[in-house]
């Protein structure tokens, strides 16, 4: 048995403004290609398939043109699962008919019924779809204990593998935070004011379990619980991240083997850092301009519109940051009554919140002569 595992297409993505349509489509064309090159007996989607509840139209579209391509050209059949940011009724639609024609969406929990059963030489896999689901919606539908997202998920498993020999090869796909997992700042807490994680062990008697949620490509527990990641980057934190997705196969004895296969994005998200006089000079060699940028200034001094000069560039450029900022929020200096400070105080004040550092001798005179010209040009407007 051979199947393909992605997650987290999260298509209709805005990132930092840009609207990420083209680029998804840019991938998906890839994976597309490699369904017809791989040849695999499925391909498996486990959640967050759309960025929000109600995706807008071009995301839509995108979806139709990549499953029409799958299951009309290659006749590969697609099992797909609610993520936490899908509509489970929208998703679902007319999942009944769809099954027909290869494709087994599971929307909402109470749809989740039969397990997907497809043969290989050596028998059936048994493919056992859970989608995302809060405890609350668990608790009245299976298991009126599923008090936490851990005895939620349980109750799921116990439901399918009601279903299931005991001796199947089964493939389970869910969209969980498993303890241990690394996650990344692009990523919806799955649940408010209680425990989000479920430990690995729940997933102990499938012979492969395909997870979605966390966007970094990461095994969790044992080496058959895997995260696919995300199809792109969704924020500056993975900027270190291989996106890339999962080819499976399963032996006739279980044993499960695995190949990571990487996408080519469009465009890269990258953290770059320098002074500004460096980034305006030509671009290193093999550095692509068009890659969406967060910078990072080393520049102790004032800069002038470096978003503006900068872009001139390197017209992806999302984010810019200041090393000498102060980032942790916390008042430096003086903290008298402002109101009885000089102005001299309470630029030296302001000066050692932003940079960390005291003014210097230099610095203390630089800012007298201008103050001095400033009240200089007062007394000629009052004169």
Known sequence: MR??????????????????????????????????DSKPDAVVIAGDVFDRAVPPPEAVQLLDETLSRILLDYQIPVIMIAGNHDSPERLGFGNRLLSRQGLH??????????????NDAAGPVYFLPMPYAESAVVRSLLDENAADCERAMQAQINHVLR???ADARTVAIAHSFISGGESSESE???SVGGVETVTAGVFSRFNYTALGHLHKPQTVGKPNIRY???????????????????????????????ERIKLAPRRDVRCVEGMLEDFLKRPKLGESVEDYLQITLQDDGPVLDPMGRLRAIY???LEIQRTQLNATGELRGPVADHRRLTDHDLFASFFEQVTGVKLNSEQEAGFAAA????????????G
């Open 3 to 36: 199947f393909l595992h992605t997650s987290d297409w999260h298509l209709g993505r805005i990132f930092h403004g840009v609207h990420l349509t083209e680029d998804q489509a840019v991938v998906l064309d890839q994976f597309v290609n490699l369904v017809g």
């Open 105 to 118: 969406v599971v929307g909402p929990l109470a749809s989740m019924n039969d397990p997907v059963v497809i």
């Open 163 to 165: 279903q299931v020999p």
């Open 188 to 190: 919806r807490f799955l």
């Open 228 to 258: 696919s990641g995300s199809l792109l980057k969704y924020s500056f934190s993975e900027s270190d991240h291989e996106k890339g997705l999962y080819l499976v196969d399963i032996n006739q004895q279980g044993e499960v083997s695995t």
């Open 315 to 317: 017209p992806n450029v």
């Open 371 to 382: 103050l001095e010209e400033v009240y200089r040009d007062r007394r000629e407007v009052a």
